[in-house]
Nanobody, 115 residues
Framework: QVQLVESGGGLVQAGGSLRLSCAAS????????MGWFRQAPGKEREFVGS??????TTYYADSVKGRFTISRGKNTGYLQMDSLKPEDTAVYYC??????????WGQGTQVTVSS
């Protein structure tokens, strides 16, 4: 079992930066990939990016590539968000993989980007 808690969300002006954290408890977090997702009002949850268990491989959605950076430590994941745009406004979730699925999810943290 893995428990995930996101933090670091808030209100920021367009062009600004935020760093989200995902604190994990549970033995499998450090040995599995993790991902970040977001859900804007009235829209489906979408993939933002992911990082391998070792941290050596990352993937990003085209919409955030070059602006967002994912990193991780043993029990924490991070999402550095730069050059934020109003369309980045959403609830952001971290998730931990178990096998082929993202089996564990955090409760989400709100990010609001004002224009």
């Amino acid at each position: 079992q893995v428990q995930l808690v996101e933090s670091g969300g808030g209100l920021v002006q367009a062009g600004g930066s935020l760093r989200l954290s995902c604190a994990a408890s549970g033995r499998t977090f450090s040995s599995n990939a993790m991902g970040w997702f977001r859900q804007a009002p009235g829209k489906e949850r979408e993939f933002v990016g992911s990082i391998s268990w070792s941290g050596s491989t990352t993937y990003y959605a085209d919409s955030v590539k070059g602006r967002f950076t994912i990193s991780r430590g043993k029990n924490t994941g991070y999402l550095q968000m730069d050059s934020l745009k109003p369309e980045d406004t959403a609830v952001y979730y971290c998730a931990s993989r178990l096998g082929a699925d993202y089996a564990y999810w955090g409760q989400g943290t709100q990010v609001t980007v004002s224009s």
